[in-house]
């Protein structure tokens, strides 16, 4: 049976966004609620997934390591629940890449290793090129922040906790949509 996923980007929407990149242990900030949120998703089915650019990789600034540094201590900040994460190294500057969002191919990616049905899935992110992609593969679309609307998004949130609030009303409406 295809699944359903709930994608996720990074920074913004799981980690504080701080303006600039964030690679060093000590300013990787959890959000409040964002465990509990993803707790949620798991009891109600959703598999989660990462999907992130991490240009800062092609330009020097860090490293692939410290990145999964970072990634490690998401991953016990929310008792390992993340299926999986899904991030591009590359920046346009250097090297093109497909993966890169605006572009689709790290969700497509993930679509074809877990077998994810786009229609009953969902993608968070506070940045509209988290969304282009989305909308692209027949995904359903939540903007998260708290200043205005972001285009490409279906429904709005001002954090995590809520859009998982509106993405559980929904599916209870429409599980098969
Ligand atoms: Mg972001």
Redesign the pocket.
Known sequence: MAHKCVFL?????LNR?RGEYTFLPQDFEVIKGVPTAIDELKKNGFLVIIITNQAGIAKGIYTREQMKQCHELLQEACHHAIDAIYYCPYHPTYSASLARKPDSLMFEKAMARFDIKPETSWMA???ER?LIPARKLGIKTIGITESQAIGEADFMAKNLTEAVAIILEQHKKAPNK
């Not at 980007?9 to 929407?13: F, I, L, W, Y």
């Open positions: 980007d990074r920074d913004g929407v966004e992110g506070d940045k988290d």
